[in-house]
């Protein structure tokens, strides 16, 4: 049996998928778990082992053209005829002919699905752009996920939403996000002093979901002894970075986008990080976010708003502070500060956690087993 997880790249920047993909195709290596990936794309040709781009041609009437007929890219990309199975993450069927690699492919089809895609594309405002391309989804998703042979979501929630869609029994399957935990390094964590709490936020965008307003609202309305300093990392800073923002007993320092060493730097200055706040404005209850699992990595305590599948029950290493906008206190960060400061090797336990539940190793094995059943 041939396995390829397919995954469709319609902007020519790859810096932030291929990372991703990369990590799940070295798991893979390295675990000999026999699945190839393919990364399709606009700028770039050629094969790494295991993973595989496949470039393809932009319209001539343009980018907003080449996305109403993605099926129809993925059904010309050569190679992909030989595999039994394809793992495809979910491209939304906005789409002109959103059947056309179902119909064509002797492959059995799964769908990815990372999102409650209708109520994401509602999230940012009922606009009437938004209104139709929710209506377009909504229509023709329903179509795709009756042919579909299986369906895999990294969340119950989402695995049961997408089966509703369907409207048919069909094969699914859990199988939360992952992170390749060799390749992060284990930077830990400062203890708290008692007297200043050193906080790190980390958002690539304003996308509603991370909550940021919800943040700040809340370190803002704190007027006790302790100092806060917040590190904003990734580009929903808001300020240029290198700015340094004083209100109160808060102290915002905004770092813009941090690789390597630096990003390395600001981990090792943290005590807390914060992951999603606000997964509500989705439709989601559970969610498997990227940071948390990066956080994990790394061995930094952290606070979060939403219920994640690798996270069941009460750790010492997490508090979950609700899906809401609902401020909480700092009263409540400071204690649980103090309480992970107190936990002797909780930075090396949450390190190994992260491997035995949330390396990409565990997780691609999950979706072998999954394609075997439907194949």
């Given at each position: ?364 094995q999950a979706f072998l087993e999954f394609a075997s059943e439907v194949a």
């Amino acid at each position: 049996m041939r396995v390829a997880f397919v995954n469709l790249q319609l902007s020519d920047e790859l810096s932030g998928v291929t990372r991703a993909i990369s990590g799940q195709a070295r798991a893979c290596r390295e675990a000999g778990v026999p699945i190839d990936f393919w990364v399709v794309n606009p700028s770039k040709e050629g094969r790494e082992d295991n993973l595989h781009f496949a470039r393809f041609e932009q319209s001539r009437l343009g980018e907003r053209a080449t996305r109403l007929f993605k099926a129809r890219l993925l059904q010309r990309v050569a190679g992909l005829e030989s595999y039994d199975v394809l793992l495809l993450r979910y491209p939304l069927a906005i789409d002109l002919d959103p059947l056309a690699l179902i119909r064509s492919s002797r492959a059995k089809v799964i769908t990815v699905h990372h999102t409650r895609e209708v109520d994401e594309l509602l999230s940012g405002g009922r606009t009437a752009g938004a209104l139709v391309r929710a209506g377009v989804e909504r229509v023709n998703g329903a179509r795709v996920l009756r042919r579909v042979a299986g369906i895999a979501a990294v969340t119950d929630e989402i695995r049961r939403y997408e089966l509703a869609r369907a409207g048919v029994a069909k094969p699914s399957r859990t199988v939360a996000n992952g992170i390749d935990v060799e390749r992060v390094p284990h930077t830990s964590f400062v203890p708290f002093d008692g007297s200043e709490l050193r906080l790190l936020f980390i958002a690539s965008s304003h996308a509603p979901w991370h909550g940021t307003d919800r943040l700040l609202a809340s370190l803002r309305a704190y007027r006790g002894p302790v100092k806060l300093l917040l590190h904003l990392v990734g580009g929903a800073s808001g300020s240029a970075p290198g700015t340094t923002e004083k209100d109160g007993a808060l102290t915002i320092q905004h770092h813009g986008t941090l690789h390597g060493a630096r990003l390395d730097a600001v981990f090792r200055d943290t005590t807390l990080a914060f992951s999603s706040l606000a997964m509500f404005r989705t439709g989601l209850r559970e969610a498997c976010v990227l940071k948390t699992r990066e956080y994990m990595a790394r061995g930094v305590p952290f606070v979060y708003g939403y219920d994640d599948v690798d996270l069941p029950g009460q750790h010492p290493f997490c508090r979950n502070v609700g899906n809401s906008d609902a401020p909480f206190t700092v009263d409540s960060l400071i204690d649980f500060a103090m309480e992970a400061s107190s936990h002797p090797g909780l930075s090396e336990a949450m390190r190994e956690f992260a491997r035995a539940r949330m390396d990409w190793k565990v997780k691609m094995q999950a979706f072998l087993e999954f394609a075997s059943e439907v194949a």
